[in-house]
Nanobody
């Protein structure tokens, strides 16, 4: 079992920045890829970014490419999502996720563990 606690959300003006964090505990000795997803009201959960166990491979949704950066620190069992140039359409609950594989994936159902979510609101 892996427990995930995500944090760092908040209210920010358009063009601003936020940094989300996701702390993992439990079975962290195993190798696992991690990702960030988001869900806006009335919409399905969508992929945002993912990172491999080593951190050597990252992948982004087209909507955030060039603005968001995913990273991880395995020594601290923590994943991060740096979000710059935020837009009102980025408003959503953001969830971190982990899958017990070294390979990243963009489909939510391929992830085994989820954080509780952190609200990000971008005002225009």
């Amino acid at each position: 079992q892996v427990q995930l606690v995500d944090s760092g959300g908040g209210l920010v003006q358009a063009g601003g920045s936020l940094r989300l964090s996701c702390a993992a505990s439990g079975r962290t000795s195993s190798s696992y890829a991690m990702g960030w997803f988001r869900q806006a009201p009335g919409k399905e959960r969508e992929f945002v970014a993912a990172i491999s166990w080593s951190g050597g491979t990252t992948y982004y949704a087209d909507s955030v490419k060039g603005r968001f950066t995913i990273s991880r620190d395995n020594a601290k069992n923590t994943e991060y999502l740096q979000m710059n140039s935020l837009k009102p359409e980025d408003t959503a609950i953001y969830y971190c996720a982990a899958r017990m594989s070294v390979v990243i994936h963009t489909t939510p159902s391929r992830y085994d563990y989820w954080g509780q979510g952190t609200q990000v609101t971008v005002s225009s």
